[in-house]
């Protein structure tokens, strides 16, 4: 029952679909689909989807949302898309994306209550629910940069960098700089030594 169901919202995806590869933004679209079947930065991306798999990623709400945020920076028709579309296909409840530049491979698998008002965010960059990402009394919001992770809950305020392949840890409060590669978690953020899993940014490694 369960892969019927998905199988005819797949179907129900192809217009969509076909609208995205259309637009100017198919290749980052691309890669949002690819990241969003594989979302793991220490295995690598696939080089191609099957549409079958693409109008499965089509169905999930999060990327939707991810979609139209493209549609609107595409301009002219395609915003006006943007403003259509979630009317036909619903986008996730409470996930707002604002952001002039945005690299391929963005992904958000639980999208809910989540805010993101960014300078730029870099490529395959995924983030939680209930993040928020935006400004602060400084006047200025975060640029993120390449292979973020940043957790559930977490908060990255003002005008500041995350570095590349930087991992910010749930319910963290970011206000200053990460440098690339780190692991920050706790309020306010900090960088954990010897993360012994960057990838879920919990535990350290024993002394030696």
């Not at 998905?6 to 949002?32: E, T």
């Not at 979630?86 to 945005?102: D, K, N, T």
């Amino acid at each position: 029952m369960g892969a019927t169901l998905a199988r005819v919202r797949g179907l129900l995806s192809l217009p969509l679909y076909a609208l995205a590869r259309a637009s100017p933004a198919w290749p980052a679209v691309d890669r949002d689909v690819r990241r969003y079947l594989q979302p793991r930065m220490d295995l690598p991306l696939a080089e191609r989807v099957q549409p079958a798999d693409a109008l499965r990623a089509m169905a999930h709400r999060p990327l939707r949302s991810i979609l139209y945020a493209r549609l609107r920076l595409a301009g002219g028709p395609w915003r006006l898309l943007a403003a259509v579309l979630p009317v036909l296909y619903r986008p996730a409840v409470a996930l707002e994306i604002s952001c002039a530049q945005i690299g391929g491979g963005m992904c958000s698998y639980h999208g809910f209550a989540t805010i993101i008002v960014a300078e730029r965010i870099g490529e395959d960059c995924l983030f939680a629910q209930q993040v928020t990402v935006g400004y602060d009394d400084r006047g200025g919001c975060p640029t993120i940069g390449e292979r973020v992770r940043i957790g559930a809950g977490a908060i990255v305020l003002g005008p500041i960098e995350i570095g590349d392949d930087a991992v910010i840890g749930a319910g963290a409060v970011v206000v200053k700089d990460v440098p690339a590669g780190a692991v920050v978690g706790g309020v306010p953020a900090r960088v954990i030594e010897n993360a012994a899993n960057r990838y879920g940014a919990t535990g350290t490694q024993p002394a030696r």
